[in-house]
């Protein structure tokens, strides 16, 4: 497979390392085509964006412009407020473009704000970024110098302020109701929704919660055009999208491509599999995402509808290659320990089933499991599903379901070979 | 020992309960300043903390208790993160966490003896692509292997002893 199919919109420039430095970004056509917007009325970016179909990075896919058509239509106080939580497994992606392009993401957000009418935003990027903090925040501070923050930007009436906050190490804190408690000093916990952050957020306000992907990809939208942006990816998942590919690929890494590339193609891009080894799974959206067995690669498409009618979601972009080196059992005990250590706790189901759901899983992996424990999981992870504050609880239980219910067999094997013979005796026949 | 705030800590608290819209917002900034002078975050520089920011001490201990990058307990000069999750897992970084807890005689989360380092399993931290990789106190160690993880921290070690 030849790089052509990368489609580099948004990483084009990636590969200059002045461009994160504000000269270098400028030379590159930086911050022009936020002249542009202000020549435009804010009305008219929201329906530029919603118009584009770009939806949201983050993981939920949600359309960008929908959600901030959801704003208050007043004059009143309200937040713009970009996720760069990037706690999801396997996804590295904002890292990437907040170290090589801290003024895009800047440019953005200023567009962005303008579009909603935000005169202030917060970055809330994962506190052990502390690489992104420091660049995020120096380029923030040129971007005043220069100008481009604070009063009148560029002349255009527009006033903005912009700031980072650090996040203190909280999986929990990258679900936007969950990070707008911790921005506002509190503990991380989410919020029941509604109200939605667009109507009542931080600090009570209205907030527009939106990924460093997202963002960024606002401004080939206002300098090409809705339909320029659509003419890329599927009717349904417009434009690019940057894949955080890792596990046991040649090349990991981060790679733009439209939406609606072949599954098989970008790990082709990414130099393929291993030498000798065969395609076990997938998960090609985050660890959240359930697994894909190599049978439902072939076909598969990396775009938002594919892997959902594959009962899958695209997620963040992080995909996740195995190949038949690795045991499922083995994976599905990191995955599991990871929900239970990042469960906030507030709600029984979320909070007791990840424990449940580690602890049979692990007592799999150790020999203690029996093929009656399956089941078990099964059901465990039914019931934590669409019953929790939060999505976190359903994250958890999505990858149990696929885990067990595509790799039953390799389960069932692990668990008559592993566990003692009485074990074995008992379930032999089952 | 009594924990003190250097005045120019203090004015760094200070200055935070001014730059958010909440003063709650300046709780997180401030532990982190303290951890970065002290290692850890004790009660006693809660108390102060709650003195200097006007704010209650129970929900100050709440947010500190929250998140994992806060050190309730003292740690090592080297605090050494080993990323676990699925992608370094796949790529040695359990076997990793292992070694390096075996090569300094440390349990998980303990201090070793001469005080140098601490081995704590961590998440995700958003570097698979570099898998194994590990974390020492702010610094991001990449595309690891059991020799050169060791390596890094021999070396690490030599400069915080000077
Ligand atoms: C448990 C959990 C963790 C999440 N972590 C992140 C994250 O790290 N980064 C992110 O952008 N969105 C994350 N999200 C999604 C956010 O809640 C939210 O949908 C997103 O920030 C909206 O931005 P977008 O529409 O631009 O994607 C997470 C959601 C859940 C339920
Ligand atoms: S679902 Fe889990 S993480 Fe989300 S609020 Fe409930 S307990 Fe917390
Ligand atoms: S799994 Fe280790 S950095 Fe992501």
């Given at each position: 497979?030849?790089?052509?199919?990368?489609?580099?919109?948004?990483?084009?420039?990636?590969?200059?390392?002045?461009?994160?430095?504000?000269?270098?970004?400028?030379?590159?056509?930086?911050?022009?085509?936020?002249?542009?917007?202000?020549?435009?009325?804010?009305?008219?970016?929201?329906?530029?964006?919603?118009?584009?179909?770009?939806?949201?990075?983050?993981?939920?896919?949600?359309?960008?412009?929908?959600?901030?058509?959801?704003?208050?239509?007043?004059?009143?106080?309200?937040?713009?407020?970009?996720?760069?939580?990037e706690?999801?497994?396997?996804t590295?992606?904002?890292?990437?473009?907040?170290?090589?392009?801290?003024?895009?993401?800047?440019?953005?957000?200023?567009?962005?704000?303008?579009?909603v009418?935000?005169?202030?935003?917060?970055?809330?990027?994962?506190?052990?970024?502390?690489?992104?903090?420091?660049?995020?925040?120096?380029?923030?501070?040129?971007?005043?110098?220069?100008?481009?923050?604070?009063?009148?930007?560029?002349?255009?009436?527009?006033?903005?302020?912009?700031?980072?906050?650090?996040?203190?190490?909280?999986?929990?804190?990258?679900?936007?109701?969950?990070?707008?408690?911790?921005?506002?000093?509190?503990?991380?916990?989410?919020k029941?929704?509604?109200?939605?952050?667009?109507?009542?957020?931080?600090?009570?306000?209205p907030?527009?919660?939106?990924?460093?992907?997202?963002?960024?990809?606002?401004?080939?939208?206002?300098?090409?055009?809705?339909?320029?942006y659509?003419?890329?990816?599927?009717?349904?998942?417009?434009?690019?999208k940057?894949?955080s590919?890792?596990?046991?690929?040649?090349?990991?890494?981060?790679?733009?491509?439209?939406?609606?590339?072949?599954?098989?193609d970008?790990?082709?891009?990414?130099?393929?599999?291993?030498?000798?080894?065969?395609?076990?799974?997938?998960?090609?959206?985050?660890?959240?995402?359930?697994?894909?067995?190599?049978?439902?690669?072939?076909?598969?498409?990396m775009?938002?509808?594919?892997?959902?009618?594959?009962?899958s979601?695209l997620?963040?972009?992080?995909?996740?290659?195995?190949?038949?080196?690795?045991?499922?059992?083995?994976?599905?005990?990191?995955?599991?320990?990871?929900?239970?250590h990042?469960?906030?706790?507030?709600?029984?189901?979320?909070?007791?089933?990840?424990?449940?759901?580690?602890?049979?899983?692990?007592?799999?992996?150790?020999?203690?499991?029996?093929?009656?424990?399956?089941?078990?999981?099964?059901?465990?992870?039914n019931?934590?599903?669409?019953r929790?504050?939060?999505?976190?609880?359903?994250a958890?239980?999505?990858?149990?379901?696929?885990?067990?219910?595509?790799?039953?067999?390799?389960?069932?094997?692990?668990?008559?070979?592993?566990?003692?013979?009485?074990?074995?005796?008992?379930?032999?026949?089952? | 020992?009594?924990?003190?705030?250097?005045?120019?800590?203090?004015?760094?608290?200070?200055?935070?309960?001014?730059?958010?819209?909440?003063?709650y917002?300046?709780?997180?900034?401030?532990?982190?300043?303290?951890?970065?002078?002290?290692?850890?975050?004790?009660?006693?520089?809660?108390?102060?903390?709650?003195?200097?920011?006007?704010?209650p001490?129970?929900?100050?201990?709440?947010?500190?208790?929250?998140?994992?990058?806060?050190?309730?307990?003292?740690?090592?000069?080297?605090?050494?993160?080993?990323?676990?999750?699925?992608?370094?897992?796949?790529?040695?970084?359990?076997?990793?966490?292992?070694?390096?807890c075996?090569?300094?005689?440390?349990?998980?989360?303990?201090v070793?003896?001469?005080?140098?380092?601490?081995?704590?399993?961590?998440?995700?931290?958003?570097?698979?692509?570099?898998a194994?990789?590990?974390?020492?106190?702010?610094?991001?160690w990449?595309?690891?292997?059991?020799?050169?993880?060791?390596q890094?921290?021999?070396?690490?070690?030599?400069k915080?002893?000077?």
């Open positions: 497979m030849s790089k052509a199919i990368e489609s580099k919109l948004l990483t084009e420039y990636y590969d200059d390392p002045h461009y994160m430095s504000f000269e270098g970004y400028t030379k590159r056509k930086g911050y022009e085509v936020l002249k542009k917007a202000f020549k435009m009325k804010p009305e008219e970016i929201v329906a530029e964006v919603k118009a584009s179909g770009l939806r949201g990075r983050g993981g939920a896919g949600f359309p960008t412009g929908v959600k901030w058509g959801f704003l208050p239509k007043n004059d009143k106080k309200r937040f713009l407020l970009c996720n760069a939580d706690g999801e497994p396997g590295f992606k904002d890292r990437m473009m907040m170290e090589k392009a801290p003024h895009q993401l800047i440019e953005g957000m200023i567009i962005s704000a303008y579009a009418n935000a005169h202030k935003s917060y970055i809330y990027i994962r506190g052990e970024y502390t690489d992104c903090l420091r660049i995020v925040k120096e380029a923030i501070d040129e971007a005043y110098a220069k100008g481009l923050l604070g009063k009148n930007i560029l002349g255009s009436g527009f006033d903005h302020d912009m700031d980072v906050y650090s996040g203190a190490g909280a999986y929990i804190c990258g679900e936007e109701t969950g990070m707008i408690s911790s921005l506002e000093g509190l503990k991380g916990q989410p029941l929704k509604p109200p939605f952050p667009a109507i009542q957020g931080y600090l009570k306000f907030t527009i919660v939106n990924n460093v992907e997202t963002l960024a990809a606002v401004i080939p939208i206002i300098e090409k055009g809705a339909d320029f659509k003419s890329l990816g599927t009717e349904k998942s417009t434009g690019t940057l894949f590919v890792s596990g046991d690929v040649v090349q990991p890494g981060n790679y733009e491509v439209e939406l609606g590339t072949p599954l098989m970008l790990i082709e891009l990414c130099g393929g599999l291993k030498p000798g080894r065969s395609l076990k799974a997938v998960i090609p959206g985050g660890s959240s995402a359930p697994v894909l067995t190599a049978d439902e690669c072939v076909d598969a498409t775009d938002y509808e594919n892997l959902s009618a594959k009962g979601m997620g963040s972009g992080a995909v996740i290659v195995i190949d038949d080196s690795h045991s499922m059992v083995d994976l599905l005990t990191v995955i599991m320990h990871f929900y239970h990042e469960s906030c706790g507030q709600c029984t189901p979320c909070r007791e089933g990840t424990g449940w759901l580690e602890k049979l899983v692990k007592g799999i992996l150790k020999g203690s499991g029996r093929v009656e424990d399956l089941d078990l999981i099964l059901r465990v992870a019931n934590m599903k669409g929790t504050i939060c999505a976190l609880s359903d958890a239980a999505l990858p149990a379901l696929s885990f067990v219910e595509k790799f039953r067999l390799e389960f069932e094997q692990h668990i008559r070979t592993q566990s003692p013979v009485r074990e074995r005796e008992t379930t032999s026949h089952a | 020992m009594a924990f003190i705030l250097k005045d120019e800590d203090k004015n760094f608290v200070l200055e935070e309960l001014k730059r958010y819209e909440s003063k917002s300046a709780i997180i900034p401030s532990l982190f300043r303290i951890q970065k002078k002290e290692g850890w975050i004790s009660a006693e520089a809660v108390s102060v903390l709650s003195e200097v920011m006007g704010l001490e129970a929900h100050i201990n709440e947010v500190l208790q929250f998140y994992t990058m806060f050190n309730k307990e003292p740690v090592g000069k080297l605090h050494v993160q080993v990323c676990t999750n699925v992608s370094c897992a796949m790529n040695g970084g359990r076997e990793l966490a292992k070694k390096i075996q090569k300094y005689q440390v349990k998980e989360g303990a070793s003896q001469d005080g140098m380092i601490t081995v704590t399993r961590v998440e995700c931290l958003g570097a698979c692509d570099k194994p990789m590990m974390q020492v106190n702010d610094k991001y990449e595309d690891l292997t059991q020799e050169s993880a060791i890094i921290l021999e070396d690490l070690k030599q915080v002893v000077g």
